[in-house]
């Protein structure tokens, strides 16, 4: 069984850049959440897809949007990109029926630095 | 919307003793409440999670408590070994079945 993978692991960007970071889930997962982690502090949920469709958004502006794709990979981007984007981004796979949350699956993130 | 309120945001435990980590959530339709580590630099990883059907689980040495009337839930870890060094989460769903975290605990366990 193939866990969340996420790319890049590492990258950095200049303020008002545009960035693609991208998951593939977890085999039999059809559910993906995508979560903002600033240093030393909680997960911040972004959005979720279910079935390529966005299911649920959290308090981000739309220059953060995202995609999913009929193999449940996922993308998220954010475009004009500011100094506070700097954070871990976290990709979570469930294998949500509904498209409600159970257990998340988590990736190892990506870490975005803009300077 | 769903705010989830963690403390402390450190504790620092001798080896053998041991660690509660409390949680406060608000809205009253959250329904699964499931416990994090992370450990630096990892993905966070479940340890432990409780539905709201159920006021108490235990897994080995983690257990957790939920008071749904107060709305409150707990992370007891027992017999805290160095290895249970780590940043731990709790988190709550909102009324979209969404999950939303607390701010994290830092535990430090001393030998």
């Known amino acids: 069984e193939t866990g969340v993978t996420q790319s890049p692991t590492h990258l950095i960007k200049t303020r008002g850049q545009q960035v693609t970071l991208r998951c593939s889930s977890q085999?039999?997962?059809?559910?993906v959440s995508w979560y903002q982690q600033a240093l030393g502090q909680g997960p911040q949920f972004i959005f979720q897809?279910?079935?390529?469709?966005?299911?649920g958004r959290g308090n981000f502006p739309p220059r953060f949007s995202g995609l999913q794709f009929p193999n449940y990979s996922s993308e998220l981007n954010v475009n004009a990109l500011e100094l506070d984007d700097s954070a871990l981004y976290l990709c979570?796979?469930?294998?949500?029926?509904?498209?409600?949350?159970?257990?998340?699956?988590f990736g190892e993130g990506s870490r975005l630095t803009v300077l | 919307g769903e705010n989830v309120e963690q403390h402390p945001s450190t504790l620092s435990v001798q080896e053998g003793d041991s660690a509660v980590i409390k949680c406060t959530y608000s809205?009253?339709?959250?329904?699964?409440f499931p416990w994090y580590k992370q450990e630096l630099g990892k993905r966070p990883q479940l340890i432990i999670d409780?539905?709201?059907?159920?006021g108490e689980k235990k897994d080995q040495r983690i257990a957790v408590t939920l008071n749904k009337t107060a709305k409150h839930f707990s992370l007891h870890i027992t017999e805290t070994q160095p290895e249970d060094s780590a940043v731990y989460f709790c988190?709550?769903?909102?009324?979209?079945?969404?999950?939303?975290f607390g701010a994290g605990t830092q535990v430090v366990v001393t030998p």
């Open positions: 979570a796979s469930s294998p949500g029926t509904s498209g409600n949350t159970g257990e998340l699956f």
């Open positions: 085999s039999g997962h059809n559910t």
């Open positions: 409780i539905r709201s059907n159920v």
């Open positions: 988190a709550a769903t909102d009324s979209w079945g969404k999950l939303q």
């Open positions: 809205d009253s339709a959250s329904n699964y």
């Open positions: 897809y279910y079935r390529e469709e966005e299911n």
